[in-house]
């Protein structure tokens, strides 16, 4: 077995993004600039909002975080994302997910500029994508392909199963190893809660996603000996054992399965370092203007 390690490549990732910023910034008398909005205060959302500002600081962006509590109603918000969509100093815009039931979250996402749509979430930055026309991709999906294509993972011809179809991780990855680029051109199969004989579907693939959030979900009779399994899990439990009071669990049993793959990602440690990855590149891209002018 051998560790896709989301340490080392983020870590090396993050040293170019540095650079390439410290170069805009000289030439353009700015820093690329990213707004985070926070509605609530789920646990989960706050850590990944925490770690995306902090990380925007550390390689020289200027970030900002927009809190609300739940209250807050459909046309407020959005009247605030009509409000950074005109601002001219603001580059990339996230509006953090799960929304409050109260809150549509197709509504918000196409509410945000397309030009701003960091995230990649838009409905025309998920059609351009699907083309193969440059857009912003989204964060996790991007991140596991530079992941992919950092340690060389063939792929053309190799059949990619990713378990769960959300907006956010599943389906955009489905479309992201289907297309005609390298890493890309995998035979690839979607599957969810309706899937019959998941497990004969996961065990014919050389490449497993595991997006569906269910601690161990995968275990090492669903998996091919040498299969590359990627788990995008984030499983949060408490625990009297850790500083934090909480336990990260992967979707994927790494214990077992590591056992017969030929590759695997950690948790902590694998795709949720490479998901900061994919949003500081698509934030530095919009700053920069060079997939959408700006
Ligand atoms: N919730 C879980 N992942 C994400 C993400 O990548 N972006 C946003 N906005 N919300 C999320």
């Known amino acids: 077995m051998n560790l896709l390690d989301g340490k080392l490549v983020s870590a090396k990732i993050k040293e170019d993004i540095k650079v390439e910023t410290a170069a805009f910034t000289a030439k353009s008398g700015r820093k690329p600039h990213l707004v985070a909005i926070l509605v609530g205060n789920d646990g989960g959302s706050e850590t990944y909002v925490a770690s995306k500002m902090r990380n925007c600081e550390l390689v020289g962006f200027e970030s900002t975080n927009i809190r609300y509590s739940t209250d807050i109603t459909e046309e407020e918000l959005i009247a605030k994302i009509r409000e950074i969509n005109a601002d001219s ?3 990339g815009l996230i509006v953090q997910l799960p929304l409050p039931k109260h809150i549509d979250p197709d509504k ?9 749509d960091v995230d990649g979430f838009h409905p025309i930055n998920l059609g351009r994508m699907q083309r193969n026309l440059p857009c912003f991709i989204p964060a996790t999906p991007y991140g596991i392909m530079l992941m992919l294509e950092h340690y060389g993972i063939e792929t053309a ?3 990619a199963v990713v378990v769960g179809r959300s ?6 990855m489905s479309i992201l190893l289907a297309r005609n680029s390298n890493p890309g051109n995998c035979t690839v199969t979607l599957t969810h809660s309706r899937t019959e004989n998941l497990k004969g579907e996961v065990l014919a693939a050389d490449i497993v996603v595991a997006a569906i959030g269910r601690k161990n979900f ?3 009779e669903m998996v091919k000996e040498g ?3 990627i788990d995008v ?3 949060r439990e408490t625990s009297s054992e850790t500083k934090s009071g909480y336990k990260l ?6 214990e077992a399965v590591s056992q017969k793959a030929s590759w695997i990602t950690p948790v902590p440690g694998g795709v949720g370092l490479m998901t900061i990855i994919g949003l500081l590149k698509n934030t530095l891209e919009a700053a920069k203007g060079t997939i959408y002018e700006k």
């Not at 918000?108 to 701003?116: L, W």
């Not at 907006?167 to 955009?172: A, C, K």
């Open 249 to 254: 669990y992967g979707d994927v049993d790494f």
């Open 167 to 172: 907006n956010i991780v599943g389906s955009p």
């Open 233 to 235: 899990g984030i499983n």
């Open 227 to 229: 299969a590359v399994v």
């Open 108 to 116: 918000i996402t196409e509410a945000i500029d397309y030009r701003k």
């Open 218 to 220: 995968v275990t090492a």
């Open 89 to 91: 100093s603001i580059d």
């Open 157 to 159: 011809g190799k059949k």
